[in-house]
């Protein structure tokens, strides 16, 4: 329905979501 709306909620998720994901793999490739 309200597509826009969506899209920004995704958008946000995948913001929020990769941020601790890029840490992470930052640690676990630093640590190898």
Known sequence: ???Q???QLVSLF???ASGP???FLLAF???K
């Open 21 to 23: 994901l890029v840490i």
């Open 29 to 31: 490739s630093s640590s």
């Open 14 to 16: 995948v913001v929020v």
């Open 1 to 3: 329905m309200d597509s």
């Open 5 to 7: 709306i969506i899209l």
